[in-house]
Nanobody, 115 residues
Framework: QVQLVESGGGLVQPGGSLRLSCAAS????????MGWYRQAPGKQRELVAI???????NYAESVKGRFTISRDNAKNTVYLQMNSLKPEDSADYYC?????????WGQGTQVTVSS
């Protein structure tokens, strides 16, 4: 059983920063693609950033230059550093692991960007 536990969400002012963390249990982390998705009220869940087991990364256009995804295989943890946050970044953020075609999801952490 794979479990993903997100942390680091909260309330931040526009222009501020947050770092999300996702700790994974199980033995699949190092061979999994790890991603961060977000879902705002009334909108579909969207991919924010993904980091492959090779270390290569992709980002949504809306967050390029502001967000950075990274992983620490020794700690089974993936991070999302979010800088220059905007109100439109407000959403529930979900961690995802994809291993051999099987997806796993965390429970989500809320990010609110507001003054």
């Amino acid at each position: 059983q794979v479990q993903l536990v997100e942390s680091g969400g909260g309330l931040v002012q526009p222009g501020g920063s947050l770092r999300l963390s996702c700790a994974a249990s199980g033995r699949i982390f190092s061979t999994s693609s790890m991603g961060w998705y977000r879902q705002a009220p009334g909108k579909q869940r969207e991919l924010v950033a993904i980091i492959y087991s090779s270390g290569s990364r992709n980002y949504a256009e809306s967050v390029k230059g502001r967000f950075t995804i990274s992983r620490d295989n020794a700690k089974n943890t993936v991070y999302l550093q979010m800088n220059s946050l905007k109100p439109e970044d407000s959403a529930d953020y979900y961690c995802n692991a994809l291993n051999n075609g099987t997806p796993y999801w965390g429970q989500g952490t809320q990010v609110t960007v507001s003054s």
